[in-house]
């Protein structure tokens, strides 16, 4: 099934690279809440991302695994196909983009431990923003480079 994107990739390839686009202007927004003062805000985005990116996630394995199948059909008449530029900027993304959830859910954990209810700086601020610019520097390399990817597999 073709995507809705000039391009070789699938619907769902296509679906989570304008998603991507969404996910880094959320985290941008929710970065500017928190030195605001909004902290409120920011735990509403950052939950509420986490949850559609849990799902999004499992939709688009349950794609590549089940409609699409075969991605490199797809990327096959790109020109960096044989080269394996593909297959390498596939292995950068994946550096980036398997750690990213684990260490997303991590912070957010460790967050609710440590915030409890309440939305307002404390004792674990230290430490969560800490963590959090790690989480950030996953989310933006997992997106950037899956950019890169779909542009080198699916576009070129």
Known sequence: MGGFLPTRGSFMLDTVVIAMFAVV??????IVAVKRGHYRTHRSLQL???????????????????????WQKLAQPSPYYASGWVHGWL???????IP???????????????????????????SHR???????????????????????????
């Open 25 to 30: 202007a959320l985290l941008a927004l929710s």
């Open 48 to 70: 509420g991302m986490a949850t559609v990116l849990a799902i999004a996630v499992t939709l688009f394995e349950i794609d590549m695994r089940f409609v699409t199948k075969d």
């Open 91 to 97: 292995a950068v993304h994946l550096c980036f983009a």
């Open 100 to 126: 990213a959830p684990f260490w997303w859910a991590y912070v957010i954990v460790r967050a609710i431990r440590g915030f409890g209810l309440r939305a307002e700086p404390g004792e674990h601020s230290a």
């Open 130 to 156: 800490r963590s959090a610019w790690i989480g950030v520097v996953l989310m933006v390399g997992t997106a950037v480079t899956g950019w890169i990817f779909y542009a080198v597999a699916f576009v070129a």
